[in-house]
């Protein structure tokens, strides 16, 4: 092991919020890649496996895989399957629709910017306090963007997300959001439709960065079925890597 790598595993155990033979699932920091990582990004994957090890299959190494995709500058419960079969059962519990039972739950907490503009939900600056958004989202690879529609095209996807207003300060809202389908960028899109952006998220309108290159959205919970056990749920919760004044003025919200 490097000492770069040393740095970035240290503390992993602390982050880890659930592991067992199948999966584990541990609180994301932005920058982490839960796959592809690039340039500059931090290969979560593989301090899973020096963390946590890998699963010996028949003589074959299987190393921590993601199931649902977390955005490089997103924090929160990331979830990777430890074994082939765990994986195939999670990609289709990921993969289940509104309508379809025993699918997973994704929780976000986002801090909105407030702004003079107003969206299709939006009122004097504000948001209606609980509301669903349904839009069609179209993806472009090359610019690695997504942008939500109304309208319906052979090459767009359906997105729906739920959300609350947990709290409202000077400047931002704190948005609870149920993410109902899992659309590439889909919370970044969907909010910039309507004219809000989420602090920190350049790529789609934010007035400035974060310090740390991240962006204000957190992936707060998950709840999904258990590979092993049927009929038995894991749920897990996790807080911000780093719970700053504005983190916890929307937990006290």
């Known amino acids: ?77 990331a979830l990777f399957a430890r074994t082939p079969k765990a994986l195939a059962f999670l990609n289709d519990v990921f993969s289940r629709n509104v309508y379809q039972e025993g699918r997973a739950e994704k929780y976000y ?33 090359k610019k690695n963007k997504s942008s939500a529609y109304d309208k319906k095209t052979a090459i767009r996807k359906e997105g729906i997300l739920r959300y609350r207003i947990k709290g409202t300060g000077e400047r931002y809202f704190f948005v609870e959001i149920e993410l109902v389908t899992g659309r590439h960028h889909q919370i970044r899109a969907q909010f910039a439709a309507l004219g809000l952006h989420i602090k920190g998220d350049l790529k789609y309108g934010a007035a400035r960065s974060e310090k740390n290159g991240g962006i204000r959205l957190h992936a707060r919970s998950l709840y999904f079925p258990d590979p092993s056990v049927p009929g038995n749920f894991i749920h897990v919760t996790a807080d911000p890597p780093v719970m700053d004044r504005l983190w916890n003025s929307f937990a006290s919200s």
Request: charge should be neutral; aromatic fraction near 4%; include cysteine.
């Open 109 to 141: 907490w986002a801090v909105v910017e407030k702004t003079r503009k107003t969206g299709k939900l939006a009122e004097t600056g504000k948001l209606a306090e609980t509301g669903e958004l349904v839009h069609w989202i179209q993806t472009n690879v």
């Open 1 to 77: 092991m490097s000492k770069e790598t040393g740095r970035e595993t240290a503390g992993m155990d602390e982050r880890v919020l659930f592991i067992n033979d199948d999966l584990i699932v541990v609180n994301k920091r932005a920058g982490e890649a839960m796959e592809g990582a690039g340039r500059g990004m931090v290969d979560l994957p593989k301090l899973l496996a020096e963390c946590c090890g890998v699963t010996k299959i028949k003589g074959k190494e299987f190393a921590p895989t993601a199931v649902h995709r977390l955005d490089v500058p997103v924090s929160g419960c």
